[in-house]
């Protein structure tokens, strides 16, 4: 008892995954009894998440479950109080990885099951606001570009189980992919002055100097500033986003940068002088960066944005000067800046849709592996040779999503030789896709035969669901009472889940010699009422 109070207050959740506990389960049953007996916490056993025999993956499904427990259930109470402040009285449902919805009881128990449920959400409201049955959505955010393909009018479902931060896990999700490209990724130069875009997320200088007015006149005099031409890092601000109560959580530097930008967002290179520092990297600062204390602005793409006039809700100013900081710097004319930069996005954007769509690597052109195919593309994305043309085309349309998606797409679609389709309320598709997805809840059973010991001729069958097991002589009868099983469980858990008259459809699978896989798939429209 000492230990578990020793743990209190540092553990939220504990997990048991063992080998093989879809066959037989037993082993957790008995270590979630014994570990009830002597801690309250809660505990998450690995085989009522997946019958997958992947042993790692159903490991790693079943912790990452356990650490998302707390967070999603304060999440989900938060929103209950906001609803009732409100007097919205409806039911709350949660959007899973695969695009379905479950409702918030389903979501607190498994959160695990969110895994990727915005870009899938994305997805699925692309797929409503423009009818299409086929076609390649590109869902372009403040911090990335997600890529999903929709095939006979659904979201493709990754089979293998959706990876978090390269941990592969046993959660079905949608078929996605994520670049760190978006509105507001932070245009920067490399070592060799070279042009680069993200992955990091900034704030905008348009914003910035929205909601502080003496950042566009230090912008302003920045820009007018002779040789020396100034060096774009000094276009990067820190900016307090809230103030601190416990001091005494934050080292002696951290209090002292907070204690800087109270007065206001600070070049960086400001910051850093005043402290005794060369660079960022020399000071270590990741409390504040991690807990959004501070916040970081520099150039993005929704500042070209503001400058084209295509998007200008903030301060256009801000942002010329900016530009007229990097191309000083360049000596180059603007305009060669904006082109080399929207060709810098297509080149990227059009790179990951031949990876997601074909699976393979696309080597840098100084990379030794690179090879005519490469040469191929380069050549379709910025047509060079005197005598050979190349041309790519996508078979089916790119439906684009996200409120940059109307310019940073067009140039992609001519290059693949496609349409590019932006339906209406394209800006708003992850919030229609959140509510025009359905409830579906899978239920999976289990047959695989009992072996004698001597010749292995099959006694007879075991039907597993979750933790029942029968045996049962003849793989007939096994099967039919398997398949009544899994289609009442699956219509009770939807029921529960909040979908209204769902429809059930069994599939019988065979999972190798003499074992099966019964799989029910309950289907339905949410249930509006409370």
Same mark, same amino acid.
Request: hydrophobic fraction near 40%.
């Given at each position: 008892?000492?230990?578990?109070? /020793?743990?209190?207050?540092?553990?939220?959740?504990?997990?048991?995954?063992?080998?093989?506990? !879809?066959?037989?389960?037993?082993?957790?049953?008995?270590?979630?009894?014994?570990?009830?007996?002597?801690?309250?916490?809660?505990?998450?056993?690995?085989?009522?998440?997946?019958?997958?025999?992947?042993?790692?993956?159903?490991?790693?499904?079943?912790?990452?479950?356990?650490?998302?427990?707390?967070?999603?259930?304060?999440?989900?109470?938060?929103?209950?109080?906001?609803?009732?402040?409100?007097?919205?009285?409806? !039911?709350?449902?949660?959007?899973?990885?695969?695009?379905?919805?479950?409702?918030?009881?389903?979501? @607190?128990?498994?959160?695990?099951?969110?895994?990727?449920?915005?870009?899938? /959400?994305?997805?699925?409201?692309?797929?409503?606001?423009?009818?299409?049955?086929?076609?390649?959505?590109?869902?372009?955010?403040?911090?990335?570009?997600?890529?999903?393909?929709?095939?006979?009018?659904?979201?493709?479902?990754?089979?293998?189980?959706?990876?978090?931060?390269?941990?592969?896990?046993?959660?079905? &999700?949608?078929?996605?992919?994520?670049?760190?490209?978006?509105?507001?990724?932070?245009?920067?130069?490399?070592?060799?002055?070279?042009?680069?875009?993200?992955?990091?997320?900034?704030? !905008?200088?348009?914003?910035?100097?929205?909601?502080?007015?003496?950042?566009?006149?230090?912008?302003? &005099?920045?820009?007018?500033?002779?040789?020396?031409?100034?060096?774009?890092?000094?276009?990067?601000?820190?900016?307090?986003?809230?103030?601190?109560?416990?001091?005494?959580?934050?080292?002696?530097?951290?209090?002292?940068?907070?204690?800087?930008?109270?007065?206001?967002?600070?070049?960086?290179?400001?910051?850093?002088?005043?402290?005794?520092?060369?660079?960022?990297?020399?000071?270590?600062?990741?409390?504040?960066?991690?807990?959004?204390?501070?916040?970081?602005?520099?150039?993005?793409?929704?500042?070209?944005?503001?400058?084209?006039?295509?998007?200008?809700?903030?301060?256009?100013?801000?942002?010329?000067?900016?530009?007229?900081?990097?191309?000083?710097?360049?000596?180059?004319?603007?305009?060669?800046?904006?082109?080399?930069?929207?060709?810098?996005?297509?080149?990227?954007?059009?790179?990951?849709?031949?990876?997601?769509?074909?699976?393979?690597?696309?080597?840098?052109?100084?990379?030794?592996?690179?090879?005519?195919?490469?040469?191929?593309?380069?050549?379709?994305?910025? !047509?060079?040779?005197?005598?050979?043309?190349?041309?790519?085309?996508?078979?089916?349309?790119?439906?684009?999503?996200?409120?940059?998606?109307?310019?940073?797409?067009?140039?992609?679609?001519?290059?693949?030789?496609?349409?590019?389709?932006?339906?209406?309320?394209?800006?708003?598709?992850?919030?229609?896709?959140?509510?025009?997805?359905?409830?579906?809840?899978?239920?999976?059973?289990?047959?695989?035969?009992?072996?004698?010991?001597?010749?292995?001729?099959?006694?007879?069958?075991?039907?597993?669901?979750?933790?029942?097991?029968?045996?049962?002589?003849?793989?007939?009868?096994?099967?039919?009472?398997?398949?009544?099983?899994?289609?009442?469980?699956?219509?009770?858990? @939807?029921?529960?889940?909040? &979908?209204?008259?769902?429809?059930?459809?069994?599939?019988?699978?065979?999972?190798?010699?003499?074992?099966?896989?019964?799989?029910?798939?309950?289907?339905?429209?949410?249930?509006?009422?409370?």
């Amino acid at each position: 008892m000492e230990k578990t109070n /020793a743990i209190k207050n540092k553990v939220d959740a504990i997990a048991v995954s063992s080998y093989f506990s !879809p066959r037989n389960p037993e082993h957790e049953i008995r270590s979630q009894k014994t570990i009830a007996s002597i801690c309250e916490l809660p505990i998450v056993l690995g085989h009522q998440l997946s019958t997958s025999l992947g042993s790692v993956e159903r490991a790693n499904t079943a912790a990452l479950n356990a650490s998302l427990l707390s967070v999603l259930q304060e999440f989900i109470i938060a929103v209950r109080k906001a609803m009732e402040h409100r007097g919205i009285d409806a !039911p709350l449902m949660v959007v899973r990885g695969d695009g379905t919805l479950m409702n918030d009881e389903f979501a @607190a128990r498994s959160p695990v099951e969110t895994i990727h449920s915005g870009p899938a /959400a994305s997805a699925i409201g692309g797929q409503f606001l423009s009818n299409i049955n086929e076609g390649l959505v590109l869902d372009i955010g403040g911090t990335t570009t997600d890529l999903a393909f929709i095939k006979d009018g659904k979201v493709t479902i990754s089979e293998t189980g959706a990876s978090v931060s390269g941990y592969k896990t046993a959660v079905k &999700a949608a078929n996605l992919l994520s670049i760190g490209l978006g509105g507001d990724s932070h245009i920067t130069l490399d070592r060799g002055n070279v042009l680069s875009i993200g992955p990091e997320r900034v704030i !905008p200088l348009a914003y910035l100097s929205h909601q502080y007015n003496n950042v566009k006149e230090r912008l302003q &005099a920045l820009a007018k500033r002779g040789w020396p031409a100034p060096y774009p890092r000094e276009l990067e601000y820190w900016f307090l986003q809230r103030d601190i109560n416990d001091r005494n959580s934050y080292t002696a530097r951290e209090q002292e940068v907070i204690d800087i930008l109270r007065s206001g967002p600070k070049p960086t290179t400001e910051i850093l002088k005043s402290l005794g520092y060369l660079d960022s990297s020399q000071i270590d600062i990741s409390n504040l960066w991690r807990e959004e204390v501070i916040g970081k602005s520099s150039f993005t793409p929704t500042d070209i944005l503001h400058i084209d006039g295509r998007y200008t809700p903030w301060d256009s100013q801000a942002s010329q000067a900016a530009l007229t900081v990097f191309s000083n710097y360049l000596n180059w004319p603007e305009e060669e800046f904006h082109q080399v930069l929207w060709e810098n996005i297509t080149e990227t954007i059009t790179k990951s849709v031949i990876h997601f769509l074909t699976k393979m690597d696309i080597p840098e052109k100084n990379d030794p592996q690179y090879t005519l195919a490469n040469w191929f593309l380069q050549n379709s994305l910025q !047509p060079g040779h005197g005598q050979l043309a190349t041309q790519i085309q996508l078979k089916v349309p790119l439906i684009g999503l996200g409120a940059p998606a109307e310019v940073m797409l067009q140039e992609t679609a001519r290059v693949l030789n496609t349409e590019l389709i932006l339906p209406k309320h394209f800006q708003v598709a992850n919030a229609v896709g959140a509510v025009a997805g359905n409830v579906m809840v899978t239920e999976e059973i289990l047959i695989y035969p009992q072996l004698s010991s001597g010749n292995f001729d099959v006694i007879s069958y075991y039907v597993q669901a979750r933790e029942n097991r029968i045996e049962i002589d003849e793989l007939d009868d096994a099967v039919a009472y398997a398949k009544k099983i899994a289609k009442d469980n699956a219509l009770s858990a @939807a029921l529960r889940s909040g &979908a209204d008259n769902p429809q059930v459809v069994v599939d019988v699978i065979q999972d190798g010699m003499d074992s099966y896989q019964i799989k029910a798939r309950a289907i339905g429209k949410p249930r509006l009422e409370g």
